[in-house]
């Protein structure tokens, strides 16, 4: 008798916030906001956080739940014996907010075909007329949930992931699965969807149960670890809530290259250009993101723009992740030490239960988050920093950057350390060696182009992340100076 993974989910709903989940969730699965097969776009390259992560693995596109080794990975005598994963929360709706913006957008498009007598003096449809038109099927209810897509996502990397290492996702394991989340929705159910995916690969062609009937421990809510910028006093004031922190994005919004296409979409869209400004812009952009992942369509939206315009908004995107989430400040990586930190314990604790011959007690250990978990910990370990800053004023010696937010966390991406215990090794330190992937690709070394570590080596090179960054003293904010002036 095949006996059922024990692996739950365990939330606790009020009644009528139960049956509003409920009723949501049906909503989702809609045929109308199923996606489709998937659609390209010659924009897909440029939706910076937006971007699908097929369109970062091309490969995926013909075969989306089959395994792609790297020939980098470590094989031989070498084997897996633990792995710890970040992964961002799959495809997801747009935020409230930005339903908002996209709403007032479609009411000045609309407003104009008013005035202009809902016709074309060229006798047909223009592109500002067919986007008056085109549904706007996006509600306020949506704010930033996983959407189909994003459960499909996750799904199929647990399907990729457990072919990849099938001794760590053995069905011995599965009860020592270790899952942590962000407390957002889309996080939790990103965890659920990823165990669905797990149960599919140990039975398939059964469909899974319900996420709260499977037994294994649930994914455990750590906002501390997934969120650990929202628990940083520094960040939170010098960063989040300071109205100049992104001073560079402003700039950027009223600099040429933003204005050159503001003015491009007004003739385009015959609207007003001062009824426009470059978050509406930005959200028309986004939109055409949106409709392609989540619907597999290629919407007017899309049409607005060409390469030339999707890479200065690209760059717009990126320029808030760089100062908000990466290099530009200090505080925006310091204050991910906690995570980083934790990882470490978890594959020191592997490494001290290898030695002793004893069974590792969390082979695999899952940790699903954000974007904005992601890009801090890649930064703390020095990933992806160009010579010069990314500022509102050098566009264009930036274009061959290595900061590109979406190719370095859309959708669903992921960073995983994988410890390996070498059997034929001649010394005590060539025994553990690790190796990490980011986006299912094996990641060379931030200092160095070799893309395996002695795990020793590894954490003397980050020794000062490990020993001396205390998020409590990081993230402490200076105190004020009693002897200044005040008015």
């Known amino acids: 008798m095949i006996r059922a993974p024990r692996c739950f989910l365990r939330i606790a709903v009020a009644p009528a916030a139960a049956l509003a989940a409920v009723l949501l969730s049906s909503l989702a699965r809609c ?22 992560y097929e369109d970062v693995n091309p490969g995926l596109l013909s075969g989306p739940e089959a395994p792609w080794r790297d020939p980098e990975l470590l094989e031989g005598t070498c084997t897996p014996v633990q792995l710890v994963a970040l992964i961002r929360h799959g495809t997801r709706y747009p935020t409230a907010k930005q ?22 003096s060229a006798g047909s449809r223009d592109l500002g007329a067919a986007l008056a038109d085109w549904p706007l099927w996006y509600a306020d209810w949506m704010d930033g949930q996983l959407v189909e897509k994003g459960r499909q996502d996750m799904r199929q990397l647990a399907l990729r992931l457990a072919s990849l290492f099938p001794a760590l996702f053995s069905r011995e394991n599965y009860g020592r699965l270790r899952l942590i989340t962000s407390s957002k929705h889309r996080c939790v159910d990103s965890g659920a969807a990823f165990l669905q995916g797990l149960w599919q690969h140990y039975h398939p062609g059964l469909p899974p149960p319900d996420v709260a ?12 670890l997934m969120r650990f910028f929202d628990h940083c006093e520094k960040f939170l004031t010098e960063v989040e809530k300071n109205a100049t922190a992104l001073y560079h994005v402003e700039a950027f919004k009223t600099g040429p290259e933003m204005q050159n296409i503001l003015k491009k979409v007004a003739a385009t869209l015959q609207v007003p250009v001062n009824d426009l400004n470059a978050d509406l812009i930005q959200v028309a952009f986004f939109t055409c993101s949106f409709d392609l992942a989540i619907k597999g369509v290629k919407s007017p939206w899309c049409d607005v723009f060409d390469i030339d315009d999707a890479k200065v908004l690209e760059y717009l995107n990126d320029l808030k992740q760089y100062w908000k989430r990466g290099y530009g400040y200090t505080i925006n990586s310091r204050s991910s030490c906690t995570l980083f930190q934790d990882i470490f314990q ?34 703390l370990m020095g990933y992806f920093k160009d010579k010069e800053p990314l500022t509102a004023y050098n566009y264009k010696e930036q274009m061959h950057r290595k900061f590109r937010s979406g190719h370095i966390v859309p959708y669903a991406s992921n960073l995983i350390f994988v410890l390996y215990h070498c059997e034929n090794a001649k010394t005590p330190k060539e025994q553990f060696r690790v190796q990490m992937l980011l986006n299912e690709k094996v990641l060379p070394l931030a200092y160095s182009p070799e893309t395996v570590s002695f795990y020793e080596d590894l954490k003397n090179h980050y020794k000062d992340i490990l020993q001396s960054c205390q998020t409590s003293e990081e993230c402490e904010l200076a105190k004020a100076n009693s002897t200044s002036d005040e008015l």
Not at 31 to 52: A, I, M, Q
Not at 108 to 118: H, V
């Open 31 to 52: 045929s109308f906001l199923e996606p489709r097969d998937p659609v390209d776009s010659s924009l897909s390259p440029y939706f910076g956080t937006k971007t699908r």
């Open 99 to 120: 339903i908002r913006k996209l709403r007032q957008l479609h009411g000045l498009l609309q407003a104009r075909g008013s005035r202009d007598g809902g016709g074309s």
């Open 213 to 224: 009937d499977m037994e294994c421990g649930p994914p455990r809510v750590n906002d501390k």
């Open 346 to 379: 978890h594959l020191d604790k592997a490494v001290a239960q290898k030695q002793r011959s004893q069974p590792i007690s969390s082979p695999v250990i899952l940790q699903f988050g954000h974007a904005e978990t992601l890009l801090p910990l890649l930064s």
